[in-house]
């Protein structure tokens, strides 16, 4: 039973697309994170959500918008794709008392054409 | 603002060899320092943390990591490397108030395991 899963795995699209990756926890923590890992593995926070308010917004394009519908899940949309929004995006979760400790979801390889 | 960095892009040890990997932060306070490991196509996972006190830290999987605040390093190591640790591991450095936490990745040290 996966605790972080992230849909989809995978995603190809074209540049000018929206598209959306989902993310579900079932480990029951407060706060949610996503995380870019560009090409080169280099890992940036993009935002977190602590029980569906948000918490850290990293200069992050308006392109891109977090949801969270209840604080077990966090959906990542992004509007206009750019071939620079082409990496791997990370969902996270933790506990509040135990916040540093990160729990990853596998990963969605996004790659705009 | 703080930063880490891991000096060795890419690390190729022998199975039963010793390890010791390589990181170095910068931050104004006492930091919060970890080691998270990733295997190929799969997300982060926590090796270990260190907050405060004792400066030799354990985690998971028979890594271990040393606390140097004179040299503002945290390097993990271990004694004897098993094909299976063949994995991209990233030291991160914690910043941030209760409820506001963010972690700073290194750019993270691949490691290969050679027969």
């Known amino acids: 039973d996966t605790a972080v899963s992230q849909t989809p795995k995978y995603l190809v699209t074209q540049m000018g697309n929206d598209k959306s990756i989902k993310c579900e926890q079932n480990?029951?923590?407060?706060?949610m994170y996503w995380y870019k890992q560009d090409s080169k593995k280099f890992l940036k926070i993009m935002f977190s959500?602590?029980?569906?308010?948000?918490?850290i917004n990293e200069t992050v394009p308006n392109r891109f918008s977090p949801k969270s519908p209840d604080k077990a899940h966090l959906n990542l949309h992004i509007n206009s794709l750019e071939l620079g929004d082409s990496a791997v995006y990370f969902c996270?979760?933790?506990?509040?008392?135990?916040?540093?400790?990160?729990?990853f979801g596998e990963g969605s390889r996004l790659t705009v054409l | 603002a703080q930063s880490v960095t891991q000096p060795d892009i890419h690390i190729t040890v022998s199975e039963g060899a010793s390890l010791e990997l390589r990181c170095n932060y910068s931050?104004?306070?006492?930091?919060?320092l970890f080691w998270y490991v990733q295997s190929p196509g799969q997300g982060l996972q926590l090796l270990l943390k260190?907050?405060?006190?004792?400066?030799l830290v354990q985690g998971i999987k028979g890594f271990e990591a040393e606390f140097k605040r004179s040299q503002s390093s945290f390097n993990l190591r271990k004694p004897s490397v098993h094909w299976s640790d063949a994995a991209e591991y990233f030291c991160?450095?914690?910043?941030?108030?209760?409820?506001?936490?963010?972690?700073?990745f290194g750019t993270g040290t691949r490691l290969t395991i050679i027969p």
């Open positions: 996270a979760s933790s506990a509040w008392d135990t916040s540093w400790e990160l729990f």
């Open positions: 480990l029951g923590h407060d706060t």
């Open positions: 959500y602590n029980n569906k308010e948000l918490i």
């Open positions: 931050y104004g306070a006492t930091p919060y």
């Open positions: 260190y907050f405060s006190g004792d400066t």
């Open positions: 991160a450095v914690g910043d941030g108030n209760f409820g506001n936490e963010k972690l700073t």
